[in-house]
C-alpha cells in the first residue's frame, strides 16, 4: 500500500467496511438480560484496520474467494461438562492421531493428551467439571479448495495468537481429509481475568477481517466482505433448509414458497419484496462511498487500488436487484421448474383428490421422476393426506414394475 500518504483514504475504508449505521439495515438486538455481563470483544488494535479494509475491498474487486471463520455449536449439553470438552478436542484431534498445538506452541500428540489439556484447563479455573453455560468455544477456519494448507495453519495460528493468547487457553488441530483444508479452534470460554467469550455477529465479522490479515501475510490472495459490500441482495439458503432439501424432506418453508409462486404464474403477477427499497438504499449509501474512497486513494497517489475499488463500484450500480422467488418467477415463465417447486406443486394439486384414477391420470401428465414421486407420497403423508400418499406410493411403484419389464424385454 505504498503511496497512502494520509490517513484519509484508509478511514473512509475502515467506515465502509465496518461502520454500517448508514448504509445497511440491522435487526433490532435482542433485550439483554438483567444480570450484567463480562464479555470480551476482538482487539481492534491488533491488526491495522484502515490498511486492512483497503486491501479487502481491493481483492473484493478481483473477486478473491472470502475467509470463512464460523462458530459451531456442539449438539445439547456436551459444551457444559469437562467431559464433553475433552470430547470435541478427541473429535478434532481425531482420538489423539492428529497433532495439537496450545497457545505457548507446545505440540500434543497421543491418546491421553486430551485428558491431561482439559485436566489443566480445570485446575486453572478455565473450566468447570459442569456448568450452565458453554465452556469452550468452537471456530472452524477455513478456505476454498486449492489452498496452501501449511500457509493456512500458520495464518490460523497467529490469528489465533492475536486474538486468544493473553487471555484465553486453546488448542488448534489442521483437518485434511476433506477437499477444503481447514483448522479447528477449540477456546476457553473464561478467560485468566474473569471475562467470558461472547462474540456478536459483527465480531465474528472484524474476526474475518483479522483472518484474510493474516492469510494474506502468508501469500493468500483472499478477502473478508459482506454481501453488501459486493452488491450482493440475496441470502444464502438457511442450512437447515438446505439439509432438508438435500435429504429430499418435506419443508413448510419450501411448501409456502411453491404455494406463492404457483398463486403468481397463475395469475401472472410479478412477486415483489418490500425489504428490496431498504438494500436499495443501502446500496447506493455504499457505492457513494466507494466513489469517495477512490477519489481519496487516487490524490494519495494509490492509483492501482483506486482503480479497483471504482471497478467495484460501477459493477455494484449495474447489478439488478431480485430475489430467488422472482428468479425462479422468470424461470417458471420460460417453462423451467425446479425439482423441489415440480413436487410440491403436485402436493397442492392432489391433495383434494381422492380418486385412485384420477391421481394417475395427473401423475402420468406430470412426468415425475422416482424420486420424485417418493418425495410427494412422502409429503402427503406428512401433511394428513395419507389416502393420496398411499395413492401415490402405489403409482410409484407401478412406474419402477414398467421400467424394470422394459429393461428386461
Known amino acids: 500500500m505504498a503511496g497512502l500518504k494520509g490517513e484519509s483514504a484508509r478511514k473512509k475504508a475502515e467506515d465502509l467496511l465496518f461502520g454500517y449505521s448508514k448504509a445497511v439495515y440491522t435487526k433490532p438486538s435482542r433485550p439483554s438480560s438483567s444480570r450484567p455481563k463480562k464479555t470480551y470483544s476482538p482487539k481492534r488494535g491488533t491488526f491495522k484496520s484502515g490498511k486492512s479494509a483497503v486491501k479487502n475491498l481491493v481483492y473484493a474487486s478481483k473477486k478473491s474467494p472470502e475467509v470463512t471463520v464460523k462458530v459451531t455449536r456442539p449438539k445439547g449439553n456436551s459444551a457444559k461438562t469437562i467431559k464433553g470438552v475433552k470430547n470435541h478436542l478427541d473429535y478434532i484431534s481425531r482420538n489423539g492421531k492428529l497433532e495439537l498445538e496450545d497457545k505457548n506452541g507446545n505440540k500434543h500428540l497421543g491418546k491421553g493428551v486430551t485428558k491431561a489439556i482439559t485436566k489443566n484447563w ?128 418435506y419443508s413448510f418453508v419450501k411448501h409456502m414458497q411453491a404455494i406463492n409462486l404457483k398463486e403468481h404464474i397463475k395469475n401472472g403477477t410479478f412477486p415483489t419484496n418490500e425489504l428490496i427499497k431498504n438494500q436499495q438504499f443501502s446500496r447506493e449509501e455504499i457505492v457513494k462511498g466507494y466513489k469517495i474512497l477512490a477519489r481519496q486513494l487516487f490524490l494519495e497517489g494509490a492509483k492501482k487500488e483506486a482503480k479497483a475499488i471504482s471497478t467495484l463500484s460501477k459493477e455494484m450500480e449495474n447489478k439488478s436487484f431480485t430475489t430467488q422467488e422472482q428468479e425462479e418467477f422468470f424461470k417458471a415463465k420460460k417453462g423451467e421448474f425446479t425439482n423441489t417447486f415440480n413436487v410440491y406443486s403436485a402436493l397442492e394439486d392432489i391433495k383434494n383428490i381422492t380418486n385412485k384414477d384420477d391421481i394417475f391420470n395427473y401423475l402420468k401428465g406430470k412426468n415425475l421422476s422416482d424420486t420424485q414421486l417418493k418425495q410427494l407420497s412422502k409429503h402427503c403423508f406428512i401433511t394428513g393426506n395419507k389416502k393420496q400418499a398411499s395413492i401415490v406410493s402405489k403409482y410409484a411403484k407401478e412406474i419402477s414394475l414398467l421400467k424394470d419389464i422394459e429393461l428386461v424385454l
Open 122 to 249: 480445570n485446575e486453572i479455573g478455565l473450566i468447570k467439571d459442569e456448568a450452565n453455560r458453554k465452556q469452550h468455544l468452537s471456530i472452524v477456519l477455513s478456505m476454498p479448495k486449492g489452498t496452501d494448507k501449511e500457509a493456512l495453519y500458520k495464518a490460523s495460528t497467529n490469528f489465533a495468537k492475536d486474538l486468544f493468547s493473553d487471555n484465553h487457553e486453546y488448542v488448534l488441530a489442521l483437518h485434511t481429509d476433506t477437499e477444503t483444508p481447514h483448522v479447528h479452534l477449540a477456546v476457553t470460554m473464561m478467560g485468566h481475568n474473569g471475562t467470558r467469550l461472547n462474540p456478536r455477529k459483527n465480531d465474528l465479522f472484524e474476526w474475518r477481517v483479522l483472518f484474510a490479515e493474516k492469510l494474506r501475510n502468508e501469500g493468500i490472495e483472499c478477502c473478508a466482505t459482506k454481501r453488501v459490500h459486493r452488491g450482493i441482495t440475496q441470502t444464502q439458503k438457511s442450512g437447515i433448509v438446505k439439509r432438508i432439501d438435500d435429504r429430499g424432506d
